[in-house]
C-alpha cells in the first residue's frame, strides 16, 4: 500500500472535498447535543450582551410546546449583580423544605403525557383555602396532574391543610424572602425604616418614598415579590419543572374551581395553536372577575385575565425579558404592572383563550393580606359565592366552535403610572435578583 506522502496531489484535493462536508456535519452534530443536554439538565444558555435582542416568537411558535432553543434563551444585564437577604433560621428550613419531592407519588406514580402542571399561590386565608382545596378535589382528572402550592410567609394552619391534599401529587414551596418571615429586617421591616408619609431627610429614617410620597409597607410589597419569586422558582428553579415546556395553570386561593376546570383547559391548551395562533395564554374565567361568561357557542379571545391562567415556557421567556420594566414600575399589584407596562411592551395585544363559560370564580370580599391578625380581622368565609349548574360539571368546549376576538381591551393600559406602593429601591433590587437567582451566583453567598 502507498504512503500518505505518495498520494497524486488530485487524490488529496478529493480527500479534502470529501472531508469538509463531514467536518460540518459532526460540528453541526457537536452543537445540537450540547443544546440538547443544556435544555435536559435545566442549565442556562450562555448570557448575551445587554441590549441584545432576545429571541423572536411568531404567533405560532407562541402556542408551540415542542423543547427549543428560542425558548430557553435568557436575557440578563452583565451590569446587574443579585443580591439576596441573609436567610433566617425559619427561612431557611422553609428553604430546606422546598426541596423535598412532591407528596402522594406512591398513590399517582406517573403524570401522563398532556398533563397540566397547577400553581396555586396562597397567603394566610385558611377558610378560604379548605374552599380552593374542596373544590379541587372535585376536579375530573385532578389526580393527573402535580399541583405546586407556594406559600407567602409561614402559616401552622395553612400549612395543615396543604399537608391534608390527597387527591393528587402536591409539592409546597415556602418564598423564603417572603417579608412576612423577617420581623425585625428588610424584607421585612427593618429598624429606621421611614413610615407612611415621613420625609427621610428631616426624621433621619432610610427608604425610598412612591410617587405619592409614600414609604413601602411589607405587608404590601409582599403581594408583588411573592408571584415574581413564585414564576421565577417554578419555571426556573424547581427540579419538577424546571425542564416542562408545557402550559402550567396558576389559581389564588380564593379561586374556586369547576369540576371541568382541568378538561376544559387541556382542550384550550390543544385548541389555541390552531383556532388562535396569537393569543399567548388559556383562561378559566373572563378577565372581568364579576362576570359569568357570554354562554356563545364559540370561544373568546380577550384580555388575559388573572383568574385560571395558562402559558407555556416560551411566553415565560418573554415575560422574564422584561424583568426590569416588572421591577421599576410603582404598582404594587403584579397583575396591574403586567397590564399597564409588561405586556404593551410586546408591540402587540396580548390576547388570552377562553371558553364562553367560566371554569373557575373569584368569591369572597375579603383581599389577599386583609386583616389578618388585626382587630378588624376579615371574616367571609366565601361559603355560597358560587353556584354551578349541570353544564360546569362537564367539559362544554366544542373543538369546532370558531373564536370571537374582544378588540377593546377594558381596565389598566399603557399609560397607567401605577398605585404606587413600589418606590423602595431595596424592592426594586430584591424583585431583579429573583430574576436572576437562578442564573447568575449572589457573590454574597460564596
Known sequence: MPSPSSYHPHHRARLRSRAAPLLI????????????????????????????????????????????????????????????????????SLSARNALPPRNRDRFPTL?????????????????????????????????????????GYFPEMDRIVQGIG?????????????????????????????????????????????YGNHRAPRIVSLKHHWWWMMNTVWDGMEETRDFDGHILFIEED????????????????????????????????????????????????????????????????IHAKAKQFCAFDEYNWDITMWATVYPSFGAPVYSLRGSRRSAAHFGKCGLHQ??????????NGSGAVELEDADKVPNIKADWPVRVIQRQEGYQAGFKGWGGWGDRRDRELCLSFAYMYHVKDPSSS
Open 25 to 92: 456535519v459532526v460540528v453541526l452534530a457537536v452543537v445540537a447535543v450540547t443544546e440538547l443536554l443544556r435544555s435536559r439538565t435545566g442549565l442556562p444558555a450562555p448570557a448575551r450582551r445587554a441590549g441584545s435582542a432576545t429571541a423572536t416568537a411568531s404567533p405560532s411558535s407562541l402556542a408551540s410546546t415542542n423543547q427549543s432553543v428560542a425558548q430557553r434563551k435568557i436575557l440578563l444585564d452583565p451590569a446587574f449583580t443579585p443580591r439576596l437577604p441573609r436567610q433566617s433560621q425559619l427561612s431557611l
Open 112 to 152: 401522563p403525557v398532556g398533563h397540566l402542571k397547577v400553581v396555586l399561590y396562597v397567603h394566610n386565608r385558611p377558610r378560604y383555602l379548605r374552599l380552593v382545596v374542596d373544590s379541587l378535589s372535585r376536579v375530573e382528572g385532578i389526580g393527573e396532574a402535580l399541583l405546586i402550592v407556594s406559600h407567602d
Open 167 to 211: 387527591f393528587c401529587q402536591v409539592k409546597q414551596v415556602f418564598a423564603p424572602y417572603s417579608p412576612h418571615l423577617f420581623p425585625d429586617a428588610f424584607p421585612g421591616a427593618s429598624p429606621g425604616d421611614c413610615q407612611s408619609k415621613d420625609r427621610a431627610k428631616e426624621k433621619g429614617c432610610q427608604g425610598d418614598p412612591d410617587q
Open 255 to 318: 379561586h374556586y374551581i369547576f369540576p371541568n376546570a382541568y378538561r376544559n383547559a387541556q382542550l384550550l391548551v390543544d385548541l389555541k395553536p390552531k383556532k388562535c395562533p396569537q393569543c399567548y395564554a388559556i383562561n378559566l374565567a373572563p378577565s372581568d372577575v364579576k362576570s359569568r361568561g357570554e354562554g356563545w357557542e364559540s370561544l373568546v379571545a380577550e384580555k388575559m385575565g388573572n383568574i385560571g391562567y395558562a402559558f407555556n415556557r416560551t411566553v415565560w421567556r418573554k
Open 371 to 380: 386583616g389578618q391578625g388585626s382587630s378588624n380581622v376579615c371574616v367571609d
